[in-house]
């Protein structure tokens, strides 16, 4: 929802949100772009008399705002399908779907057909590094979009995505996840159907080879043509040197590699499905293997917060026990025989209801410790690690936990912090501990 009040706002509407809690990097961007924040949903702000209410998806019935708008018969809409009817319509869209890697193949994607020079707008759920913010809005007939497959809105329980018609898709993977709208991956997978049936035959879908459930939804029924990537037959990654950098390929012949320092086969396949998409919205090979050499990542991904006594510490948005397990084999790749101290906030409505807990002792698994702040769950994380035969430490306080973990860290050390939220700010807190230490 931020990206899309970006994007009205650069089409020259006057744009002004609400929300209960918003933190950087969103909220910074949003100042940044001169959007004024309401904290709270008072239905006091009917006063503002807006043209239109974009209501996100996390709003629900009961809302006092939402009530005031129903009962008062505004104008309101989900983001998806304001962006639908207001941008999308005439552009050449490159939607990016997929359990994992959507915000990192769609920076990766808009980066590429940026140095090509193309120009392109975009609508991604975290901040590239390489751009300003996370979202824009260009003269140019092309545009990246993060396809997210949770629901629209509290009055349109479709997929977000259906509402982008991309010509070119990207599917990245598909697993179990948001538990809290779907009962199991098939409900998922009948999504990702519907959004395969907007795919023009003119279109290209880019699909991960190896995953067993893409394949089950493109049996479903697939009307444009598909290339898949990860596999021998189609785009192919070879192992990477010790600097990370790795050769491409199209179906067995050598296009050229890629030069950059990012580890982890994940990072790796998110390149191919980039080069792949870049392709078919007319980018050479060539181009696209140089652009990604410069690729600087996303805030949030193994973003490195700060070093203090040798003690490297990490922000990374993984919540996924898949993701969480690809993010820790990434940073081992890069940090060898080095301790990883994993620090996980199980924040997302699955992982707090319990749904996939006996796969995290699995994920956290490469770590030399792991920590978990169990404030909010709704199961007893230490029984599952016993039962598991893995320690992890678990506190409900974030004082405590950032106290164990300047206690514990010690030079050469990564600390590894994972959610999908703001964590309470422990980054800053462990740094400025470590700091004191210092002293």
Same mark, same amino acid.
């Given at each position: 929802?931020?990206?899309?009040?970006?994007?009205?706002?650069?089409?020259?509407?006057?744009?002004?949100?609400?929300?209960?809690?918003?933190?950087?990097?969103?909220?910074?961007?949003?100042?940044?772009?001169?959007?004024?924040?309401?904290?709270?949903?008072?239905?006091?702000?009917?006063?503002?008399?807006?043209?239109?209410?974009?209501?996100?998806?996390?709003?629900?019935?009961?809302?006092?705002?939402?009530?005031?708008?129903?009962?008062?018969?505004?104008?309101?809409?989900?983001?998806?399908?304001?962006?639908?009817?207001?941008?999308?319509?005439?552009?050449?869209?490159?939607?990016?779907?997929?359990?994992?890697?959507?915000?990192?193949?769609?920076?990766?994607?808009?980066?590429?057909?940026?140095?090509?020079?193309?120009?392109?707008?975009? &609508?991604?759920?975290?901040?590239?590094?390489?751009?300003?913010?996370?979202?824009?809005?260009?003269?140019?007939?092309?545009?990246?979009? @993060?396809?997210?497959?949770?629901?629209?809105?509290?009055?349109?329980?479709?997929?977000?995505?259906?509402?982008?018609?991309?010509?070119?898709?990207?599917?990245?993977?598909?697993?179990?996840?948001?538990?809290?709208?779907?009962?199991? &991956?098939?409900?998922?997978?009948?999504?990702?159907?519907?959004?395969?049936?907007?795919?023009?035959?003119?279109?290209?879908?880019?699909?991960?080879?190896?995953?067993?459930?893409?394949?089950?939804?493109?049996?479903?029924?697939?009307?444009?043509?598909?290339?898949?990537?990860?596999?021998?037959?189609?785009?192919?990654?070879?192992?990477?040197?010790?600097?990370?950098?790795? @050769?491409?390929?199209?179906?067995?012949?050598?296009?050229?590699?890629?030069?950059?320092?990012?580890?982890?086969?994940?990072?790796?396949?998110?390149?191919?499905?980039?080069?792949?998409?870049?392709?078919?919205?007319?980018?050479?090979?060539?181009?696209?293997?140089?652009?990604?050499?410069?690729?600087?990542?996303?805030?949030?991904?193994?973003?490195?917060?700060?070093?203090?006594?040798?003690?490297?510490?990490?922000?990374?948005?993984?919540?996924?026990?898949?993701?969480?397990?690809?993010?820790?084999?990434?940073?081992?790749?890069?940090?060898?025989?080095?301790?990883?101290?994993?620090?996980? @906030?199980?924040?997302?409505?699955?992982?707090?209801?319990?749904?996939?807990?006996?796969?995290?002792?699995?994920?956290?698994?490469?770590?030399?410790?792991?920590?978990?702040?169990?404030?909010?769950?709704?199961?007893?994380?230490?029984?599952?690690?016993?039962?598991?035969?893995?320690?992890?430490?678990?506190?409900?306080?974030? @004082?405590?936990?950032?106290?164990?973990?300047?206690?514990?860290?010690?030079?050469?050390?990564?600390?590894?912090?994972?959610?999908?939220?703001?964590?309470?700010?422990?980054?800053?807190?462990? &740094?400025?501990?470590?700091?004191?230490?210092?002293?």
């Amino acid at each position: 929802m931020c990206g899309v009040a970006v994007i009205a706002r650069q089409a020259g509407f006057r744009v002004t949100g609400c929300d209960a809690n918003v933190y950087p990097p969103m909220s910074e961007q949003l100042a940044a772009q001169g959007i004024d924040l309401v904290e709270g949903y008072s239905e006091d702000q009917l006063a503002l008399r807006p043209d239109t209410w974009l209501i996100g998806n996390v709003i629900t019935r009961g809302n006092p705002l939402v009530e005031a708008i129903l009962e008062r018969r505004e104008r309101f809409q989900s983001g998806p399908q304001w962006l639908s009817e207001n941008v999308l319509r005439d552009k050449c869209v490159l939607a990016v779907a997929g359990t994992h890697g959507k915000t990192s193949t769609a920076s990766m994607l808009a980066f590429i057909l940026e140095r090509a020079g193309l120009n392109p707008g975009f &609508l991604i759920g975290g901040v590239p590094a390489d751009f300003a913010a996370s979202a824009r809005l260009t003269e140019s007939t092309h545009f990246v979009i @993060e396809a997210d497959e949770y629901d629209t809105a509290f009055f349109d329980k479709r997929s977000k995505f259906v509402h982008y018609w991309p010509r070119t898709a990207v599917l990245t993977n598909l697993e179990f996840d948001h538990a809290d709208i779907f009962s199991d &991956l098939a409900q998922i997978e009948r999504q990702f159907h519907h959004f395969v049936r907007t795919i023009p035959r003119s279109g290209r879908i880019i699909s991960n080879g190896r995953d067993d459930a893409l394949k089950r939804v493109l049996t479903l029924g697939s009307w444009a043509p598909v290339e898949e990537f990860g596999v021998p037959s189609g785009w192919a990654a070879g192992s990477p040197d010790e600097e990370g950098s790795f @050769e491409v390929a199209w179906q067995g012949t050598s296009l050229g590699r890629v030069r950059w320092s990012f580890s982890g086969e994940h990072n790796r396949m998110n390149a191919l499905a980039a080069i792949a998409a870049a392709r078919h919205a007319g980018t050479e090979t060539s181009v696209a293997l140089e652009a990604l050499g410069s690729f600087r990542g996303v805030k949030r991904r193994m973003e490195v917060r700060g070093t203090v006594r040798g003690i490297t510490v990490y922000d990374d948005f993984a919540h996924h026990p898949t993701a969480i397990r690809a993010t820790i084999e990434g940073l081992r790749a890069g940090v060898g025989h080095d301790r990883i101290l994993a620090v996980l @906030e199980p924040r997302s409505n699955t992982m707090k209801r319990g749904v996939m807990k006996e796969a995290l002792p699995w994920s956290l698994a490469e770590a030399d410790l792991a920590y978990l702040y169990t404030a909010h769950l709704e199961w007893d994380a230490a029984s599952v690690f016993r039962a598991a035969g893995r320690n992890a430490r678990c506190e409900t306080s974030l @004082e405590t936990l950032v106290d164990a973990l300047a206690r514990e860290a010690r030079p050469g050390d990564h600390v590894l912090i994972m959610s999908n939220g703001a964590f309470g700010g422990i980054h800053a807190k462990l &740094l400025a501990r470590l700091a004191e230490g210092a002293g």
